[in-house]
């Protein structure tokens, strides 16, 4: 069953009309219910293109949150071959929100990195939502100072509303932590790429995503705070997420125009969710593009790069 979101409304419509017909099976006309049916499958098919060529900020925050859109494991399903977890930051416990692990991408070994939300309840509430914890960042630090190591690339699958904002979180140190794992990006000697499949959301994103090169899928978001956090600090009125979305610019092409991001990956029409697998194909494709251009560049010159490129966000403004 499709769960359709508030704005898909004309094309829930008319793809349950459709159903209807289909039911009725071998009643009355078949060659007119046939031709009925293929007329409301372009008039649905229509709609969809035409909703999803203007999407507002806020329609896109529901994309990129929508529930069946795919997931770090599921990119990792599809393009990581061996893929082989690690678990554990060696100072306090293994946190499932942050999945890390070394694999290889069409033959180039390398270190996985990314935040799983999980996809029915339980997961989702082993995974924390992918919120992280401190342990979940220095797991992080921990594979990129082993991918540093044995110069392994490094990419990092970014999906998370943000860090967990608990006690226990603050208590163990969340804001150093993600500060470190921050730190760690930058002095990677070899390269890193990201990519926001779903939410970029605040540090809790930037500390794994501070790579040579950015990459955001065409619904995804990428925001300092979630917008129902950003409307209760401004206006504290939450119910005003839908003013902050706009307010923020968290969108892909608004980001791309500002330089914070690199690159904008097409999804199909209606969303990641409709067509996973054909999404997860072209990110893959956008991922060992992005490692190629890399090719042959020695640590110094990753490094140099990397300054460069955040040094320079906002300058042409």
């Not at 529930?67 to 393009?79: A, E, G, S, W």
């Not at 594979?143 to 490094?154: C, E, H, Q, W, Y």
């Not at 970029?200 to 925001?223: C, F, P, R």
């Not at 194909?281 to 140099?304: C, K, Q, S, V, Y």
Request: net charge negative; charged share 25%; with cysteine.
């Amino acid at each position: 069953m499709h769960t359709y979101l508030d704005f898909e409304k004309p094309i829930a419509d008319l793809q349950g009309k459709v159903q209807e017909l289909r039911s009725l099976g071998d009643d009355g006309d078949a060659v007119a219910i046939s031709d009925e049916i293929s007329r409301l499958e372009t008039r649905a098919d229509q709609a969809l293109a035409e909703i999803y060529a203007k999407l507002t900020p806020w329609q896109k925050t529901q994309v990129a949150r929508h529930p069946d859109r795919p997931h770090f494991q599921d990119y990792v399903d599809q393009l990581i071959d061996d893929f082989t977890p690690l678990a554990g930051d060696r100072k306090y416990a293994d946190d499932a929100a942050v999945v890390a692990g070394l694999g290889r991408l069409n033959g180039r070994s390398i270190a996985v990195i990314g935040q799983e939300k999980g996809s029915d309840t339980e997961s989702r509430l082993k995974h924390n939502f992918g919120m992280a914890r401190p342990e979940g960042y220095r797991k992080a630090v921990r594979i990129m100072k082993l991918a540093d190591r044995f110069s392994l690339p490094v990419l990092a699958l970014v999906d998370t509303a943000g860090a967990y904002p608990g006690i226990g979180a603050e208590e163990r140190g969340q804001a150093e932590a993600i500060a470190r794992s921050t730190e760690a990006c930058l002095a990677l000697g070899v390269p890193n790429v990201a990519v926001v499949i779903g939410e970029g959301g605040s540090g809790g994103a930037v500390a794994i995503a501070t790579a040579n090169t950015v990459h955001m899928l065409e619904h995804a978001i990428y925001t300092v705070a979630s917008p129902e956090a950003s409307a209760s600090i401004l206006w504290h009125d939450s119910s005003r997420a839908q003013d902050a979305a706009t307010a923020m610019r968290i969108t892909a092409e608004d980001l791309l125009r500002f330089g914070a991001v690199d690159g904008v990956i097409r999804e199909p029409v209606g969303g990641a969710h409709r067509q996973p697998a054909d999404t997860v194909t072209a990110t893959g494709e956008a991922i060992e593009e992005a490692f190629t251009a890399f090719d042959g560049l020695g640590a110094d010159e990753i490094r140099r790069q990397r300054r460069e490129k955040y040094l320079a966000i906002g300058r042409s403004l």
